[in-house]
């Protein structure tokens, strides 16, 4: 079954979408569950696992779609309908996951809290984003994306030493398994001068086949001019 025959509340994801949804949100399809069935199954689902904050869930899933148009959409009036609704959405489940509860502790619940920290970034609620990966990070020391962001997040209001010292402790934290914190590492230290250890992270990351090139690029020219 497409993905796109999934009706969720005025957001029908596309393939793309489709792909970067977490697991819990694709399960019930994937056994061929189809609207309306589809939100009781994610419910469901979520309960089998042991999680209580279920009815929550629901509006998670459309936060990730919104999300991922907000984040790749420039027109200003769209984003501010993208951007409420993935504000409000993820914000939704997160305010009933209380701390210290046992539902705070299901692995995708690192993914829900970083998705929340990029929304507000977008919003540029960076106080805001950057608590919530900071409950990420007490709970999920080891999801490597929640550096990247927590980074990215620092680089944007020009604090570079601040953005590097949050990749180094995330390498040392995770291992940085696909070379993700390596590769953003490597740009900063090349934005930096810092071409040496720029060199170091970008190898690093092309041999975990990290995807990204635009540093290796600029390196391949640094060389050039020499």
């Known amino acids: 079954m497409s993905p796109t025959t999934y009706a969720f509340y005025k ?35 979520s309960k089998q696992r042991g999680f209580a904050t279920a009815n929550g869930i629901w509006h998670t899933c459309h936060g990730f779609i919104w999300l991922h ?61 950057i608590k919530q990966l900071d409950r990420a990070r007490g709970l999920f020391p080891s999801y490597y994306p929640l550096y990247t962001v927590h980074a990215t997040i620092h680089f944007n209001e020009d604090q570079t030493g601040l953005g590097i010292e949050i990749l180094e402790e995330g390498i040392k934290a995770t291992g940085d398994p696909v070379g993700e914190l390596n590769y953003h590492l490597g740009l900063a230290y090349f934005k930096a001068g810092e071409i040496a250890k720029a060199r170091t992270h970008e190898k690093v990351a092309r041999e975990r086949k990290y995807p990204f090139r635009f540093l290796t690029r600029k390196l391949a020219e640094l060389d050039a001019k020499k």
């Open 69 to 129: 148009r907000l984040e790749l959409n420039s027109y200003p009036k769209k984003r501010d309908i993208f951007q409420r609704n993935a504000l409000g959405e993820l914000g939704y489940t997160l305010r009933g996951l209380l701390p210290g509860s046992a539902d705070e502790k299901f692995p995708f619940v690192a993914e829900w809290l970083v998705a929340h920290a990029r929304a507000l970034f977008q919003a540029k609620e960076y106080k805001k984003a």
């Open 11 to 45: 957001a029908t994801p596309t393939i793309v979408e489709w792909d970067a949804l977490p697991d819990i949100c694709k399960d019930p399809l994937r056994i061929g569950i189809e609207p309306p069935e589809g939100r009781a199954a994610i419910k469901h689902n």
